[in-house]
């Protein structure tokens, strides 16, 4: 069965730093999201990205943060300098045409000193 | 704006006893969907159902059932005969019908269910 793949599955990277997380979403999948989840807290909805634009966005999303879909395949997060608050579990979701249920990839924890 | 609740923060049963998980959701939408994830130990999030607004009909899957009623905004979900495999956290969500795509999950805060053998 396909099912949406993420990595790293944990980095850790120093304030300020910058990090790509990677996602290869459902391969005939048109919609993709990034949620975060700070540990112990409900899920929040980062992004959506739809025919190779961001569909919409949160307040979290901020100048900080940047999406890609680099090839047919990939779908990136960047956080160009890391703050102690990025520290959560960032997950990547994608969709198909047409059905509204979001699979979720196993996610990347990480964690910013 | 889109609300979700989920009033039990945590639960903790016996194996086979039956639980069930409330979920009450407030929208302006007229078409919207309603949907139930699980969140093991090892963190990942597992889509269990989906229902449209327009769908009030209950559905079972093996122990799992899911009864949805808009008149009291509510999508609450039972598990029948509890295993010790279905301890994980529950959440509850909701996303609205938009031509641009985006349709973002709001998801509740969820409900970390303990099964005890």
């Known amino acids: 069965e396909p099912e949406v793949t993420q990595t790293p599955s944990h980095q850790v990277t120093q304030m300020g730093q910058e990090v790509i997380l990677r996602c290869v979403p459902i391969?005939?999948?048109?919609?993709f999201y990034w949620y975060r989840q700070i540990l112990g807290q409900k899920v929040e909805f980062l992004v959506s990205?739809?025919?190779?634009?961001?569909?919409?966005k949160s307040e979290i999303f901020d100048d900080q943060f940047s999406v890609e879909r680099p090839d047919g395949s990939n779908f990136t997060l960047k956080i160009r300098s890391t703050k102690l608050e990025d520290s959560a579990m960032y997950f990547c979701?994608?969709?198909?045409?047409?059905?509204?249920?979001?699979?979720f990839g196993p996610g990347t924890r990480l964690t910013v000193t | 704006a889109q609300k979700v609740t989920q009033a039990q923060t945590e639960i903790s049963v016996v194996e086979k006893e039956d639980v069930t998980l409330d979920c009450v959701y407030e929208?302006?939408?007229?078409?919207?969907?309603l949907f139930w994830y699980k969140q093991p130990p090892s963190g990942e999030l597992v889509f269990l159902i989906r229902?449209?607004?327009?769908?009030?009909q209950n559905e079972i899957s093996g122990r799992y059932s899911w009864n949805f009623q808009k008149s009291t905004s509510s999508f609450n979900f039972t598990i029948t005969a509890s295993q010790v495999v279905d301890s994980a956290v529950y959440f509850c969500?909701?996303?609205?019908?938009?031509?641009?795509?985006?349709?973002?999950?709001?998801f509740g805060k969820g409900t970390k269910l303990t099964v005890n053998p």
């Open positions: 979701a994608s969709r198909g045409r047409d059905r509204y249920e979001q699979y």
């Open positions: 391969s005939n999948h048109l919609y």
């Open positions: 990205f739809y025919n190779n634009e961001i569909s919409e």
């Open positions: 929208t302006r939408d007229t078409t919207y969907y």
């Open positions: 229902r449209n607004s327009f769908d009030e």
């Open positions: 969500a909701l996303t609205h019908y938009s031509q641009g795509g985006s349709e973002k999950l709001v």
